[in-house]
């Protein structure tokens, strides 16, 4: 059985939730960061604003309470004693004017605000020293609405970067997604790619039990309009006719399974029952061509985190190329052993071999040493790519006139995991 999952193990532990108190945690510093309960920053200068008509009203009005004690007289009241109260009152337009217009509200406020301590510092103030102690609101009004101003401005960057950041993060995402499809859509092409090479042998595979069926037939028609007629003679031709379709449709329904377009569905898979569908659409070819097949596959061979079909497909292209690679004959190993907690699986052909220059370029797409017509440079640059997104590698390793190794690395699925 093909094991199937919904989704990769990357995307697996992406999803995992986090703990109640980390998830709450990361929304709370999510929320300041987006900076969304600031008020913008755009919003209508001078004039228009309605904001400047309300900062200058309370500028007034803060004001005249100021000064109420020399328009009024000198009291003992709340309203013309505390001056130090009312200073600190006038604050609240310099920082009013810091948190919506920024750096400039906050310079013109603060100026106003020394506009209006200096006339009484300088002329009426019976306090010693009452430029000093203006100066010193002052310094602390701009400074304090300055540091205000200059702080929103900086979370309000950070906002406009993180709502860029997030739109070119969907961009990203689109483009990522319009190259998984592509990068589907190449290794069916290849798919179909790797059928027209095998387009002949198949014709041939299937051509022989068809023709075996046939010869059957007419032996048992033969029989039933002669007097030799023998029931178990014609039990043993019924049953080898049998076998013949069995095997033509075993073989049909291993080509569609490798031809059909499918989603990538990671699970636990077999690789000997991989081998063993890839041999059911190859092996009669490398029959055709005096290649000695041998399996050295251990019967302990754990299990791999894999796609079924793209395995399918890697393994066929492979075994292919070692097949083509042996024109006059010769001799396929497959073998199939754990290697440090890894499953390794090793194509090993006696065929031609490759030249050093070529080997790094093995993998480039359309690169290829095949005659013209016999391939298109895909199948080792597909395979490759498959094995990057299985989180696995191919290495080769050839000599001339000697032969070629393909080592396919692949992780050990397991229980639990996928």
Known sequence: MRGRAKITPEEAIANEPAPNSTRRWREGIAKIKDAQWLP??????????????????????????????????????????????????????????????????????SFVFLGILLPRALLVSPYPDPLFRALVFFGIAILVSLLIAVQLNRLDAERKAKLELEAANQELTLYAQRFRESQEQLIHAEKLTSLGQMAAAIAHELNNPLAGVLVYTRLLSKKLGGETFSREEAATYLERMESEISRSSQIIRSLLDFARQSEPSFGAVDMKQVIDQVLTIVGHQAELQKIEVLREISPSLPRVMADFDQMQQVFTNLILNAIQAMPDGGKLTLRGLEVDGRVRLDIQDTGCGISKENLNKLFTPFFTTKEKGKGVGLGLAVAHGIMERHKGRIEVQSEVGKGTIFSVYLEVHHEGKG
């Open 40 to 109: 913008d920053s755009h919003v209508p200068r001078g004039v228009r604003s309605p904001h400047f008509w309300i900062i200058a009203a309370l500028m007034a009005v803060l004001a005249f309470v100021y000064y109420a004690d020399k328009i009024f007289g000198n009291g003992d009241n709340f309203f013309t004693t505390v001056h130090d109260l009312h200073r600190v009152l006038l604050l609240i337009p310099v920082l009013y004017a810091a948190v919506l217009f920024r750096v400039w509200g906050a310079l013109i406020a």
